[in-house]
Nanobody, 128 residues
Framework: QVQLVESGGGLVQAGGSLRLACAAS????????MGWFRQAPGKERDIVAAVSWSWSGDSTFYADSVKGRFTISRDNAKNMLYLQMNSLKPEDTAVYYCAARSRFGTAPSVGDDEYDYWGQGTQVTVSS
């Protein structure tokens, strides 16, 4: 049974940093597309960052709103996915979800309908 479990969320002041972690179990995802999404109250779930595997190294995608501030990475030996979030803003407040695709792709997956497995989410709140 595949499980994705997020951790690392919390309350932080604007300008601060958080590191989200997603622990995968049940199968390995070292060559599978993985991503981070977020959903703010009353809004749709949006892509934050995504990663795909290739022989020359992982490819990444970032939403325009987080470029230069967030970094997605993974530790294949530990079957973990991370999201380093720096220079946080109040508008980053949301529930953050880890997602994994059952197959690998040639480019990062940015649509939530492309993912097969989801974590339960972790709350990130940024105060002004």
């Amino acid at each position: 049974q595949v499980q994705l479990v997020e951790s690392g969320g919390g309350l932080v002041q604007a300008g601060g940093s958080l590191r989200l972690a997603c622990a995968a179990s049940g199968r390995t995802f070292s060559r599978n597309n993985m991503g981070w999404f977020r959903q703010a109250p009353g809004k749709e779930r949006d892509i934050v960052a995504a990663v795909s595997w290739s022989w020359s190294g992982d490819s990444t995608f970032y939403a325009d709103s987080v470029k230069g501030r967030f970094t997605i990475s993974r530790d294949n030996a530990k079957n973990m996915l991370y999201l380093q979030m720096n220079s946080l803003k109040p508008e980053d407040t949301a529930v953050y979800y880890c997602a994994a695709r059952s197959r690998f792709g040639t480019a990062p997956s940015v649509g939530d309908d492309e993912y097969d497995y989801w974590g339960q989410g972790t709350q990130v709140t940024v105060s002004s």
